[in-house]
């Protein structure tokens, strides 16, 4: 179980922006597309940023974390703000086995199963698992956004328009909807254990247009987590966002 807690954490919390400063890696993808003529300006408007209207989520669903050699399935039951994150993994009859809480600075993980707890700073340049993550919030990637500052090109095809930020991250975005279709990172050998995220299924939920189902895969590609949401509210009072450790748990922080 603390091998999938991790993987979960790793591959579907991890939802995000991070530093500017890896290697460029280049897309063959958009080297034959045409630039486009629309402005930076115009693109960010097209794209649904619900930063100031969605302030909270709460919701459950399922998880599929696919690996060479094997799959499981998890259950998956969160809740988050702006700030942090609060996640509870379950097998498939139910039974708990582990939480995640995320916060600005850092991340707990407690595994219920193997009575184990560790406190990871978010920006721990020393571990590789987590070492470039800067932001780990389920609410930013339900609702990935982009700053207009971070374009550096638009590329378009008939379908799609294709915006690559400073840092060579590639943003795949619907000319009919404008909303999110794909993330490729510029993954460079200090970067986050996921190279491509893929949204599908998006839905209209109390006014929000929003994606039922998240695939990211690993830096290799070789592993992937699909996490399809089968309830969500947003919007709404969310319970204490804490993990009880127990008292004869030590907290080891890495």
């Known amino acids: 179980m603390k091998q999938i807690i991790y993987i979960i954490f790793l591959s579907i919390l991890s939802a995000v922006l991070l ?6 890696r280049e897309f063959t993808a958009v080297e ?3 630039r486009a003529e629309l402005d930076v300006e115009e693109l960010i408007s097209m794209i649904p940023d619900y930063r100031n209207e969605l302030q909270t989520i709460t919701g459950s669903g399922r998880a599929l974390v696919s690996e060479p050699g094997g799959s ?3 259950m998956l039951e969160f809740h988050s703000n702006r700030n942090e994150s609060l996640m509870t993994v379950r097998n498939n ?4 086995g582990g939480q995640i809480y995320v916060d600005s600075d850092s991340l707990l993980i407690y595994n219920r199963v193997d009575r184990t707890a560790e406190k990871v700073p978010l920006h721990e340049g020393r571990l590789s698992s987590v070492g470039s993550i800067a932001s780990i919030n389920i609410l930013d990637l339900i609702n990935y956004t982009i700053e207009p500052g971070q374009i550096d090109e638009i590329f378009e095809d008939r379908s799609y328009y294709y915006a690559i930020l400073q840092n060579r991250t590639q943003i795949k975005i619907s000319k009919q909807n404008g909303t999110i ?7 460079s050998l200090y ?4 190279s491509k995220i893929e949204y599908e299924g998006y839905d209209s939920i ?3 247009h929003l994606p039922r189902r998240i695939t990211i895969f690993s830096r290799d590609e070789a592993s992937r987590a699909t996490l399809l949401v089968q309830r969500l509210q947003v919007n709404t009072e969310l319970p204490e966002l804490a993990i009880v450790v ?3 748990i030590p907290i080891q922080r890495l």
């Open 93 to 96: 009859v139910g039974i708990e």
């Open 206 to 208: 109390e006014g929000f």
């Open 246 to 248: 127990p008292d004869n």
């Open 19 to 24: 530093s500017a400063c890896s290697t460029p």
């Open 181 to 187: 279709v794909e993330v490729i990172h510029s993954t």
């Open 32 to 34: 034959k597309l045409e």
């Open 72 to 74: 499981e399935r998890v």
């Open 191 to 194: 970067d986050a254990p996921y």
